[in-house]
């Protein structure tokens, strides 16, 4: 079991906007500005999307955006597009001995 | 370019050995650290443990701390993941990535096929 919780999968049309949520502790997610999102498409390597809750690295789209409310951080990509379909995960920095949990992912579905 | 590469794919018995390694290109090595991330046949993400290469100052996961041994040689920009004994359940995909934070640049990733 992830230290932090996912949705298993999410779907959307193409144009439509989605949100992946990420629900952790106040250990993790709601005691830092330290959660970051990547993508991972099948057979590749993770990347980087949302850096620091809400930062874009240079490079990724503006369709794509971070918040945090709480213990529960979200991922929001809008203007869904067929090459956004991939695995998401989020990541946090945590104050146990862990140092750093991952959430389970979620597999995102572009119908 | 910015690149961390991986060594190539690996396959194994249990009980042996392995080091698998990750050179970073692009940038000062020693500025940067860099983390291992597990990720086994159709899982999730898991973060080993990390290394800065300027001093070898490691952190571990528990869940991963006496099973692996990370390492760094500054002088030639690789970082290294290393096994002293295979098990079956380390059959894995291997990723290094950069920062101690965020992991902003990652490599390829190595497979680990551990089998009798």
């Known amino acids: 079991q992830s230290a932090l919780t996912q949705p298993a999968s999410v779907s959307g049309s193409p144009g439509q906007s989605i949100t992946i949520s990420c629900t952790g502790t106040?250990?993790?997610?709601?005691?830092?500005?330290?959660v970051s999102w990547y993508q991972q498409h099948p057979g590749k390597a993770p990347k980087l999307m949302i850096y620091?809750?809400?930062n874009r690295p240079s490079g990724v789209s503006n369709r794509f955006s971070g918040s945090k409310s709480g213990n529960t951080a979200s991922l929001t990509i809008s203007g869904l597009q067929a090459e956004d379909e991939a695995d998401y995960y989020c990541?946090?920095?945590?104050?146990?001995?862990?140092?750093?949990?991952f959430g389970g992912g979620t597999k995102l579905t572009v119908l | 370019e910015v690149q961390l590469v991986q060594s190539g794919a690996e396959v194994k018995k249990p009980g042996e050995s392995l080091r698998i390694s990750c050179k970073g290109s692009?940038?000062?090595?020693?500025?940067?650290?860099i983390s291992w991330v597990r990720q086994m046949p159709g899982k999730g993400l898991e973060w080993m443990g990390r290394?800065?290469?300027?001093?070898?100052?490691?952190n571990y996961s528990p869940s991963f701390q006496g099973h692996v041994t990370i390492s760094a040689d500054k002088s030639i920009s690789t970082a290294y993941l290393q096994w002293s004994s295979l098990k079956a359940s380390d059959t894995a995909m291997y990723y290094c990535?950069?920062?101690?934070?965020?992991?902003?640049?990652w490599g390829k990733g190595t497979t680990v096929t551990v089998s009798s």
């Open positions: 290394i800065d290469p300027s001093d070898s100052y490691t």
């Open positions: 990535a950069r920062r101690r934070g965020y992991m902003d640049v």
């Open positions: 620091d809750v809400s």
């Open positions: 692009g940038y000062s090595f020693t500025s940067y650290w």
């Open positions: 990541s946090s920095y945590t104050s146990s001995s862990t140092l750093k949990v």
């Open positions: 106040s250990s993790d997610v709601g005691g830092y500005n330290y």
